[in-house]
Structures are given as structure tokens and as C-alpha cells.
């Protein structure tokens, strides 16, 4: 008798169709398509919360400059380094007067998400010494953050001080569409630092585009109203200027 041959091995997988690779492909970006707008949002959420931790110190630095100038935040032009009664034209020319006591470091008003900055980092190079009319600190492309004139260190700290910059500074208003300036945040928000350094990330009335709120007015309106008492608590001479 013949020695039994061993049974033949059966496999027990067999290959992928190319029907079946197609599915597998399918549900895969199925898969990666959920998964992606969570990804994103946390991403822009993550440089929302940068963008109000650099205007909350830029605040700071502010309060720390209004220590040694009688309580006065920087509004006015220099002349000899002094304070001229000449209210500055843009918002760089007034964050310039941080530098380098106050500020070191120009990515602080730098963010790479807004129209009014240039998409590469801040060049770091200032006028050393400083200059009364700034030429390298805080060139155009370098600040995104618009400022409120003549507030002092004891107004209220309800008052606003720091806030993105505006598609229209005169109307106080922004716009929804991202690529364009006073479009930072996507989705009809804005940031806005208080004289005290609390900032919110707020969303805006989406009639006007405006930040609305208590303002010291007989009735809720825009924040950054200026004029009469009865239209908000902002003065005249506390106008907005816009990034350069």
C-alpha cells in the first residue's frame, strides 16, 4: 500500500475584487470627509484664541505705558519724542510708541489670517533708536488690530480699546467675507479688548455688521459710537483708526 499523500492546503483568503477596492476607496473618503470639518473648525478655533491672548497683551502693554505717562494711553503724534495734541492717522503709528519698552516683538499685532497683514511673519526690525514718525515699527502688513483714541487708564473699563480692524472704520462695521479686511474671524465675529484687558470673542448684529451692546446710551447700539451721551458713553475725540 502507497503512503497516503498529504491533503491539499486550502486557502482561507482570497483577494480583494477591484469591486470591492473601489467600496473600501469609497467609504475611506467618506470617512475623511466627516472627519475633516471638526479638524478645521478646532484649527481656526485654535487661532481665534491666539488672536485674543496677542490683543489681551497688547492691552497689558498698553496699561504698563499709561503708568509711566500720567494714565495716558498713546493717541497723539511726537514730536522730540514728546506728545504732540496731533491724534495719530492709523493704529500703527500709535502701537509703534510700545516699542521697545513696553513691546519687543512685532508678531504680538501680526496675525496671518487677516487682509491687513502680509502672509509672511513681521521682519522684527524697528527703528532703533525709536523714531517720532515710525518707519520700520509696525510697517504697513504688520498690525491688524484697530485702537480707540484718547481713553486713559481710570475710564471705564467697559470702554473699548483694542479690536480687529474694520472694513469701514468711520461706520465701526466689518464684513462676513474673510479675504477682505475687517473679515478676521469668519462668520460674522469680531474681537474687542476692554480698557481693563478683558476681550471677548463676540459675535456681530447681523443687520449691521456692527459689535452691539451696552454702550452708556438711553438704548443698546454699536460700542464704538461716538457723541452725544445719548447715544453711547465714547466721545469725539475717542474716534477709531483702523490699521495702516
Excluded at 76 to 89: E, H, I, S
Amino acid at each position: 500500500m502507497s503512503p497516503m499523500k498529504p491533503a491539499p492546503l486550502r486557502r482561507t483568503a482570497s483577494a480583494l475584487t477591484y469591486t470591492e477596492v473601489i467600496v473600501l476607496i469609497f467609504v475611506v473618503c467618506v470617512l475623511v470627509t466627516i472627519a475633516l470639518p471638526p479638524i478645521d473648525s478646532n484649527r481656526h478655533r485654535g487661532f481665534d484664541v491666539q488672536s485674543l491672548n496677542n490683543a489681551k497683551q497688547i492691552a497689558l502693554a498698553m496699561r504698563l505705558y499709561a503708568d509711566d505717562h500720567d494714565g495716558k494711553f498713546p493717541s497723539f503724534t511726537l514730536r522730540n519724542g514728546a506728545p504732540t495734541t496731533t491724534p495719530v492717522a492709523d493704529s500703527n503709528t500709535a502701537f509703534a510708541q510700545l516699542f521697545p519698552t513696553y513691546v519687543s516683538e512685532e508678531a504680538l499685532f501680526w496675525v496671518p489670517q487677516s487682509a491687513f497683514c502680509s502672509t509672511k511673519p513681521p521682519d522684527e526690525i524697528t527703528d532703533t533708536p525709536p523714531l517720532d514718525t515710525p518707519v520700520k515699527t509696525l510697517e504697513q502688513g504688520e498690525n491688524e488690530w484697530a485702537y480707540v483714541l484718547g481713553l486713559r487708564a481710570d475710564s471705564s473699563k467697559d470702554f473699548p480699546l483694542v479690536a480687529d480692524g474694520f472694513a469701514n472704520p468711520a461706520a465701526h462695521t466689518y464684513t462676513t467675507d474673510k479675504s477682505n479686511k475687517g473679515g478676521h474671524l469668519e462668520g460674522g465675529r469680531a474681537i474687542v479688548i476692554h480698557v481693563d484687558g478683558s476681550g471677548i470673542i463676540t459675535h456681530l448684529d447681523p443687520a449691521t455688521l456692527q459689535v452691539t451692546g451696552s454702550n452708556g446710551g438711553t438704548s443698546p447700539g454699536d460700542i464704538f459710537t461716538t457723541g452725544h451721551a445719548a447715544m453711547g458713553w465714547l466721545q469725539p475725540e475717542n474716534k477709531v483708526v483702523n490699521p495702516r
